[in-house]
């Protein structure tokens, strides 16, 4: 695989430096309509939110919440494993993917759990079985708090929102100034992805490009959605605003069964955060998944769908 991977990067590498970006962007835009077709994804619009749709007509519906940066797209990999029990619901996250990028709103976890709230209860799906993913999982948690009954399940995957003061998460850089997500050039990129992902996918060059580029432009929209979810937080002294802003606590009154799956080498929100959620929530089950680091659906998309579908069909 390793030898295939050098010979695209050296048929990449001819392509003149100006046409590499535009054939990154073609060829992403191909690979996500052909990957929805296949899976029979079609793109809805409803209460403001922008999100695909796979119903095969399954009896039980899975919600799935991507993470900061991400788009419902995130979820193409894993919904080939995931569409075959459930039918799928993957929204835009307000503020993120296709949705509308509003700087006069103030994107806080509560407002965007009560958005995909709505929505869900919109489009009239009881008692849905929910994933989120990192700040997804922030969201899902907000969703779960603000009506208990509503999740037939609740998997958390290497969530946010979880905070030790003594122990460093990205919350710590972020706060020191060091946003790996506002990045301003190629090399910050490369040097993203290898913290977000200890087992990365081939990304071949223009794609990755593409997709560096579209972060640099969407620097200061990223550093006003941190800011925002970070309720103006500015320092690690203001213990009252970050146990307010935590869900170290909160998650007692979750009743749902919970599954919590950790990446082995999550480096944003490292696996001993675990024994926060592990001992305050009654009914869960945690996975420390070996190898792999935050961005699971990316880097183990049939190992984490497969933990999540042996979870529900447990219950």
């Known amino acids: 695989m390793k030898d295939i991977e050098i010979l695209f ?23 996500i309509k052909i990957k929805r077709k296949l ?12 999100y695909l749709e796979i119903d095969r007509g399954h009896p039980e519906t899975l919600l799935l919440i991507h993470g900061f940066s991400d ?43 009560k958005s995909i709230l709505e929505f869900m209860e919109g489009l009239e799906i ?15 948690m907000e969703v779960v708090l603000l009506k208990l009954e509503y999740p037939k399940s609740l998997s958390l995957i290497s969530p946010a929102g979880f905070f030790d003061a003594d122990k460093t998460c990205i919350y710590h850089e972020i706060l020191e100034g060091n946003n790996i997500f506002c990045i301003e050039g190629p090399e910050d990129y490369e040097g993203f992805l290898n913290r977000v992902m200890e087992n990365r996918p081939y990304i071949p060059a223009p794609i990755k490009l593409h997709l560096g580029e579209m972060m640099i432009q ?12 970070l309720g103006g937080l500015t320092d690690l002294s203001e213990k009252e605003k970050i146990a307010e802003l935590s869900y170290n606590h909160r998650v007692e009154n979750i009743i749902c069964p919970v599954l919590l799956v950790w990446g082995e080498k999550d480096s944003l929100f490292p696996p001993h955060l675990s024994e926060i959620p592990k001992s305050k929530i009654k009914n869960s089950k945690l996975v420390i998944l070996p190898n792999l680091g935050h961005a699971l659906h990316h880097e183990g998309p049939e190992v984490f769908s497969r933990e999540v579908l042996k979870f529900i069909e447990a219950l």
């Open 9 to 31: 990067d050296r048929m990449y590498s001819v392509i003149p430096d100006k046409l590499q970006k535009p054939i990154g962007a073609f060829a992403l835009d191909k690979f």
């Open 39 to 50: 899976l029979g994804a079609k793109e809805k619009f409803t209460g403001g939110i922008h």
């Open 71 to 113: 788009s419902k797209d995130g979820f193409l990999e894993p919904a080939v494993y995931l569409a075959k029990k459930f039918n799928l619901i993957i929204p835009d996250l307000p503020g993120f993917g296709s949705n509308e990028k509003d700087e006069t709103r103030t994107y806080s976890t509560y407002e965007i759990g």
């Open 126 to 140: 009881l008692n849905p079985h929910i994933v989120g993913i990192s700040l997804g999982a922030a969201i899902a």
């Open 218 to 229: 969407e620097r200061e929209w990223l550093e006003k959605m941190s800011t925002d979810l």
